[in-house]
Nanobody
Framework: QAQLEESGGGLVQPGGSLRLSCAAS????????MGWYRQSPGKERELVAD???????VYSDSVKGRFTISRDNAKKTVYLQMNSLKPEDTAVYYC??????WGQGTQVIVSS
């Protein structure tokens, strides 16, 4: 019954912002690491950001200073605020829980 549901993707111009959301159900959300990976055409899946149960965060070097990951344990939701978006951020973004449960993905396209 456990699942993750992503939302918030779309098309945005370079320099713009988007906020992705990932709502969890059927898991003990508060004790596990949550995060985001992405996959661009022709590239391997890569880590974007992780956040632990205590709120500690890690980021890919390519997004540091531009993206912010956060979580709301009461709502069982993790967020990815993406600012100063670049065309190279174009990808399908996948939410994960403890790297064992994965969402279906949400498309982000950065283009003028």
């Amino acid at each position: 019954q456990a699942q993750l549901e992503e939302s918030g993707g779309g098309l945005v111009q370079p320099g713009g912002s988007l906020r992705l959301s990932c709502a969890a159900s059927g898991i003990i959300f508060s004790i596990i690491t949550m995060g985001w990976y992405r996959q661009s055409p022709g590239k391997e899946r890569e880590l974007v950001a992780d956040i632990t149960r205590d709120g500690n965060t890690v980021y890919s070097d390519s997004v540091k200073g531009r993206f912010t990951i956060s979580r709301d344990n009461a709502k069982k939701t993790v967020y990815l605020q993406m600012n100063s978006l670049k065309p190279e951020d174009t990808a399908v973004y996948y939410c994960h829980a403890a790297r064992t449960l994965w969402g279906q993905g949400t498309q982000v396209i950065v283009s003028s």
